[in-house]
């Protein structure tokens, strides 16, 4: 059974549109959610992130938004912008593991201009 | 932003062979990690290594893989002998306190042919 779920493997949206990136989790242990976004030919880069103590966290253009009683999360970015096109991977740990992430299969995002 | 380097970015190697893939982490970082992910397929642990020692390992990480850091120099994956199934991008981590952010390198390609 798939720890990390990411619900699309595909997102193509406009320029100027807010895109939104889904992901649900089976472990009710795990407590930090972190996005990373990953261009071709780089590894993955921590985008944002967010601890289940909270319900959302904002950073610039990019907000998560999490449900702990669901047990999903969503990753918004505002205003989308060609160079956003990525693949994002939405992961999960829990405290007691000393940085051991479980990935989702990852969105590749298509922003058109 | 920090940099984690990966060398080589892609080995191909004879089933059988031993492979040697090396990573330079962080300078400061004390956390190392090796993740795997087979073409398609999300990125999976494999192994975390802290103090000289190994601390987590998943069920991926077989007999055949052992990992080291001598004397503070490359963190190494070693695979001996290589299978089939060992051809996938590996990406090595690292972070500074473990449950922080982990950066990542841009992956080596294995092929074992």
């Known amino acids: 059974q798939q720890q990390v779920r990411q619900s699309s493997q595909s997102l193509t949206v406009w320029e100027g549109e807010t895109a939104i990136l889904n992901c649900s989790y089976e472990?009710?242990?795990?407590?930090?959610f972190p996005w990373y976004q990953q261009f071709p030919g780089e590894g993955p880069a921590l985008l944002i992130a967010?601890?289940?103590?909270?319900d959302k966290k904002e950073d610039g253009r990019f907000t998560i938004f999490f449900n702990k009683r669901e047990k999903n999360l969503s990753l918004h970015i505002k205003d989308s912008q060609p160079g956003d096109s990525a693949t994002y991977f939405c992961a999960a740990s829990s405290n007691t593991n000393t940085g051991k992430l479980t990935f989702g299969d990852g969105t590749v995002l298509t922003v058109k201009p | 932003g920090p940099k984690v380097l990966q060398i080589p970015s892609h080995q191909i190697i004879d089933m059988g062979q031993m492979v040697t893939l090396n990573c330079d982490p962080v300078s400061n970082h004390l956390y190392f990690y090796w993740y795997k992910q087979i073409l398609g397929q999300q990125m999976e642990f494999l192994v975390n290594?802290?103090?000289?020692?190994?601390?987590?390992k998943s069920k991926l990480f077989k007999d055949q893989f052992s990992v080291e850091r001598p004397d503070g120099s490359y963190f190494t994956l070693k695979i001996q002998p290589t299978a089939l199934e060992d051809s996938a991008v590996y990406f090595c981590?690292?972070?500074?306190?473990?449950?922080?952010?982990?950066?990542f390198g841009a992956g080596t390609r294995l092929s074992v042919l």
């Open positions: 967010i601890r289940s103590v909270s």
């Open positions: 290594f802290y103090n000289g020692k190994v601390m987590e």
């Open positions: 981590a690292s972070s500074f306190l473990g449950v922080d952010t982990l950066y």
């Open positions: 472990n009710s242990a795990f407590d930090y």
